[in-house]
């Protein structure tokens, strides 16, 4: 077994051919599994405001973008994407598959900084090919999939740093560092567990180790300082107005478990219940966290000291990101949720295929860490079949057809949340019909804000201004989300007595009623 960083690994030779064909075709079904039929499902709430902020001018959006609570690289990179292979649903998704893609093979090149045993490459490749989190962002519009590209880069990057002892390498990790800070705020608690893998991490001698790891921080702040004032005021926009509720311990479980692979789908409870437990959620996340902490487990008992600090190195990263952000969760504004946490993913897998291959040297420990990765793989499995076949996306599409399959009359549409505009906007191009939403309608000021909530009947001011100046036939009250936008259903009761119900069309996550004015 080679583990750490062994120059002495043995290069593929043509004698390989079995394996180098297997690990081709399980790379081949991973990716098929993120790009197959990416345009099927409809865009969903999230992804329209990406639609609609990669419409704009690279000026503008860094402007628009200000209002947000992310930065501006992503949706720079995506404007220029859409220019060349336009905004259909596939290719606003396709950047997100390319760059799951990329990391998958990323991913596979970091094993093989670890290990030359062709199993572990084969598991790396299996357990990071069916990881229902990667698959899930990389079939999205949105910037998760590329916080997991620059993650798995910069774990990389670090790894031939500390490797080589060549300092050239602090370039890549400072460009990495900086683009993910403009990609995502979140991305700042995992640059801290980057700087803790790169201390733990074996390799060259370390007397250069601290003024490397200052030339990287001073190098990404001067990279970042411009943003830094937008940080700061999107913090303060966000401060106790965002949609996720402080986290309990079952939230973190949750996700920890979904980081492994796993998800709280159909398919996956078969499986659990399969063995004798409820089919719930909570067993799902019982049995996969289990199974994660006797591979782990194994792998620390049977590892020498070398291997102990590999290891380590990868559970800080694996382990700082979920376990910080849940705690600043608690003690200032709750941001607490899986999708940010795509990006420790790699290191995980890479941590559970290197303790079932130092498990192997004992044969009680190869039994017990062979069974739990058999288990995790097929709940992993299950996980990723119920996303696929599960889990559906708002029908914004049919909404859209909805709408203009209707007679012509004078009727203005009312989007709670007022976001929801945007993906339906996207679908029905006519605007045939005038469109607000509450508090107001999303274009009303300039530049536009998320996250704006019906709290009080004076937030319903602009409404009640538009009824009493337009004459108007019809009203139709498109709600979607609205369980944080509107959560006392206020602007509902206002449309309702200004009118009749005559219709309630239900559709994938959105419910549209429509009004006839007295």
Known sequence: ???????????????????????????????????????????WFDEGYTAWMVGHTPGEIVRLIRADTAPPLYYLMLAGWV????????????????????SLLLTLLLARRFTSSKPALLLTLMLAGVSMLQIQYARE?????????????????????????????????????????????????????????????????????????????????????????????????????????TPTTGDLLGVLSNLAGTGNYLAAKAVVGAIGLPESAEAVTAVTLACVTIIWTAGFVCASATERRVLSALLFFCLFPPLALFSYSLVRQPIFMAKPLIVVTPALVLSLVL???????????????????????????????????????????????????????????????AEGQLPFDYYDRTRRSARTGAPGGFFDVDPPRTLRRVTSDADLTALRALFSNTKLDEIILVRSHDGFAD??????????????LVETTELRLITLNRYEIR
């Open 141 to 245: 519009a949105r910037f998760y999939a590329l916080m997991l590209l620059e993650s798995t880069a910069l774990l990389y990057a670090i790894v031939r740093w500390r490797e080589s002892d060549d300092g050239r390498w602090t370039i890549p990790i400072v460009l990495l560092s900086a683009c993910s800070l403009y990609t995502n705020n979140a991305m700042l608690f995992t640059l801290i567990a980057a700087c803790g893998f790169a201390v733990l991490i074996p390799g060259m001698p370390k007397r250069r180790l601290p003024l490397h790891l200052s030339l990287v921080v001073l190098g990404t702040g001067l990279l970042y300082a411009p943003w830094l004032p937008v940080f700061i005021e999107q913090s303060r926009a966000v401060g106790g107005n965002f949609w996720i509720t």
């Open 487 to 500: 959560p006392d259903g206020r602007t509902e009761r206002e449309i309702a007595s200004k009118g009749r």
């Open 355 to 417: 303790c079932v291959q130092i498990a192997w040297k004992r044969r009680a420990s190869r039994v017990v860490a062979s069974l739990s990765v058999m288990m995790l793989g097929t709940l992993c499995v299950a996980s990723t079949v119920g996303f696929l076949t599960e889990e559906t996306k708002e029908d914004w599409r049919g909404a859209a057809r909805y709408v203009a399959s209707l007679p012509p009359a004078s009727r203005v549409l009312v989007f709670v949340a």
């Open 1 to 43: 077994m080679l583990l750490g960083f062994n120059h002495s690994r043995r290069p593929f030779h043509a004698t390989d051919f079995v394996f180098v064909l297997t690990l081709i075709v399980v790379a081949f079904a991973a990716l098929a599994l993120r790009w197959a039929d990416l345009g099927r499902e409809s865009l």
């Open 83 to 102: 220019r060349v292979l336009g905004d259909s649903e596939t290719a606003l998704r396709a950047l997100s598959a390319g760059c799951a893609s990329v």
